[in-house]
């Protein structure tokens, strides 16, 4: 069972990236999946989540308007569309995934991916 997480880079502020969360070994469609970054220094933070079956999806405040959380079932991925990124979105993002959304939103899901880093250039 694995989560991978890919799609970080360097972009200058204001740019785009779009982060995938791959499934091996699990349906995702079957599970809530988070996403959650952590930025150098600071405490691990959920960024956003999507719910499993309704698909519900839930952002932060603060990146409300500029990232969109959906799904793919057919490629058994979850993506994170991240527009107008600021420098302070610079931070080593992680999906994870489980069956209770309330987990994620505790923070403690059964699975994590590895993070990807996203570094956002003023």
């Known amino acids: 069972v694995q989560l991978q997480a890919s799609g970080g880079g360097l972009v200058q502020s204001g740019g785009s990236l779009r982060l995938s969360c791959a499934g091996s070994g699990l349906t995702l469609d079957n599970y809530a999946i988070g996403w959650f970054r952590q930025a150098p220094g600071k405490e691990r933070e959920g960024v956003a989540c999507i719910n499993k079956g309704d698909g519900d999806a839930y952002v932060i405040d603060s990146v409300k308007g500029r990232f969109t959380i959906s799904r793919d079932n057919a490629k058994n991925t979850v993506y994170l569309q991240m527009n107008s990124l600021k420098p302070e979105d610079t931070a080593v993002y992680y999906c994870?995934?489980?069956?209770?959304?309330?987990?994620?939103?505790?923070?403690?899901?059964?699975?994590w991916g590895q993070g990807t880093l996203v570094t956002v250039s003023s």
């Open positions: 994870a995934a489980d069956l209770k959304l309330h987990s994620l939103v505790v923070a403690t899901p059964e699975y």
